[in-house]
């Protein structure tokens, strides 16, 4: 590692921290990740699980697979959602703000008075753990994984580079997002030099089932472009997915499709539940998609973040719009 990318002495310091609390708990291990997994809080998971699984403990990953990414996981190697945490538990929470243990998935946290750690790279995160390691200059949690990795001691396969590639790949858009660093690329290195399937991944995430294209034609439809061409905003509610034979998990990368219009800044995809909306964004030039999420009581990072709000679209969309605005003004002047 050179200079210019040496870890700090804090993150080393919490990294030994979380490495050998893992390595001394002696009970099972329940990993987890937020809702609505993607490929950085997948390929997290699998790294984590097969590595501890190969030091001989007994892990438990709970988690439902969107079917893009369902190539990914072995048969039976992960659980589905858990009614209660095994006795004796340590959990881990990776690529998720703490601060919101409501979008832990997999198993409740409410109650659990074991112990905790988590790996995030979230710069909201609350910092509340046994043992966490928490930094935001790192543009996947992935990358953050192979660096725990390295800490237990295991001895690298591409099992578990594969999926730390995977992570590493799509949380930085495949190496095309200004969070990419230096030692992005080194850890990318490391991972290929481990096996990391790069381009059997990319052919993966490439391919889309038919209904991906029906829902496409819904959802461009109601594209607007809003503040003067530098936000574009597309909805879906239920009906659309009804008439597209699609489901919910189909629109997770249509934003980054929307982020693609020529002279915007912000990208907004919302999900539209009825009573309440979901919503993804993506941002460009200086706008900070992060602070817009806040203001709407959601976080995330400054190029990608979302809020979920319990209210109808038309109450979220004056909130949304007021919050865009700011952020617009913010960064230079109104439209």
């Known amino acids: 590692m050179t200079a210019q990318n040496a870890a700090s002495p804090d993150y080393t310091r919490d990294l030994r921290q979380v490495a050998r609390t893992l390595l001394d708990h002696t009970g099972p291990i329940v990993v987890v990740s937020h809702e609505n997994p993607d490929g950085d809080a997948l390929g997290s998971v699998l790294g984590l699980t097969r590595a501890l699984r190969s030091l001989g403990r007994d892990v438990t990953a709970p988690?439902?697979?969107?079917?893009?990414?369902?190539?990914?996981?072995?048969?039976?190697?992960?659980?589905?959602?858990?009614?209660?945490?095994?006795?004796?538990?340590?959990?881990?929470?990776?690529?998720?703000?703490?601060?919101?243990?409501?979008?832990?998935?997999?198993?409740?946290?409410?109650?659990?008075?074991?112990?905790?750690?988590?790996?995030?790279?979230?710069?909201?995160?609350?910092r509340r753990a046994t043992a966490l390691v928490v930094d935001p200059a790192r543009p996947a949690t992935a990358m953050m994984i192979a660096d725990l990795l390295d800490e237990l001691g295991v001895t690298w396969t591409e099992v578990f580079a594969t999926p730390l590639m995977?992570?590493?790949?799509?949380?930085?858009?495949?190496?095309?997002?200004?969070?990419?660093?230096?030692?992005t690329f080194e850890c990318a290195a490391r991972l290929r030099a481990h096996g990391a399937r790069l381009g059997w991944l990319n052919d993966q995430l490439g391919q889309n089932p038919p209904t991906y294209y029906h829902l496409l034609r819904e959802v461009l439809g109601t594209m607007q472009f809003l503040h003067g061409g530098r936000v574009v905003l597309a909805r879906v509610d239920?009906?659309?997915?009804?008439?597209?034979?699609?489901?919910?998990?189909?629109?997770?990368?249509?934003?980054?499709?929307?982020?693609?219009?020529?002279?915007?800044?912000?990208?907004?995809?919302?999900?539209?539940?009825?009573?309440?909306?979901?919503?993804?964004?993506?941002?460009?030039?200086?706008?900070?998609?992060?602070?817009?999420?806040?203001?709407?009581?959601?976080?995330?990072?400054?190029?990608?973040?979302?809020?979920?709000?319990?209210?109808?679209?038309?109450?979220?969309?004056?909130?949304?719009?007021?919050?865009?605005?700011?952020?617009?003004?913010?960064?230079?002047?109104?439209?």
């Open 63 to 126: 988690m439902t697979v969107p079917r893009y990414l369902s190539f990914l996981p072995e048969p039976g190697e992960l659980s589905g959602p858990l009614d209660a945490l095994p006795d004796g538990a340590l959990v881990a929470v990776l690529d998720v703000d703490n601060n919101d243990p409501a979008r832990v998935a997999g198993v409740t946290l409410d109650g659990f008075g074991g112990p905790v750690v988590n790996v995030d790279h979230h710069g909201t995160n609350a």
């Open 238 to 335: 239920q009906a659309m997915l009804d008439r597209a034979g699609a489901a919910w998990e189909d629109v997770e990368s249509y934003v980054g499709l929307l982020r693609s219009a020529e002279g915007t800044q912000l990208a907004v995809m919302v999900k539209d539940y009825g009573d309440r909306v979901k919503l993804s964004m993506r941002s460009r030039a200086g706008v900070s998609a992060q602070n817009v999420a806040v203001a709407l009581g959601g976080g995330g990072h400054v190029p990608a973040a979302g809020a979920s709000v319990a209210a109808p679209f038309a109450e979220v969309m004056a909130q949304l719009d007021a919050a865009i605005a700011a952020e617009l003004q913010r960064v230079n002047g109104p439209a």
């Open 166 to 183: 995977l992570g590493l790949n799509t949380d930085t858009g495949s190496f095309r997002f200004d969070s990419v660093t230096p030692g």
